[in-house]
């Protein structure tokens, strides 16, 4: 196999595992995402709510087409006018 089609076939491979690691931490955001929507934050221990904090901060950091395709991996919604957390 000549050099540039290795590289294409190795950059192919790559691009492959990118895609599946995103797809893995998509899943894991949404996941993360409606857990943090369903709890009720008074009803946590103080070191839960620091963590619930923690996360919902770090998805609410994200742009709105990652939180939807992040929530579309778990096939969940959350309603437009509530917040994550």
């Given amino acids: 196999m000549p ?3 290795q590289e294409i076939a190795l950059l192919r491979e790559e691009i492959e595992m990118l895609m599946a690691e995103r797809q893995a ?3 894991v955001v949404g996941a993360a995402a409606v857990l943090i929507a369903s709890l009720e934050s ?10 619930a904090d ?5 998805i609410n ?3 709105e087409e990652t939180l939807q395709d992040a929530l579309g991996a778990v096939h969940a919604e ?4 509530s ?3």
């Fill in 78 to 81: 959350i309603e437009e006018d």
């Fill in 54 to 58: 923690l996360v919902a901060t770090s």
């Fill in 25 to 27: 931490l998509l899943r």
């Fill in 42 to 51: 008074k009803r946590l221990p103080v070191g839960a709510v620091e963590s």
């Fill in 83 to 85: 917040p994550v957390a």
């Fill in 61 to 63: 950091a994200l742009p």
């Fill in 3 to 5: 050099q540039r089609e």
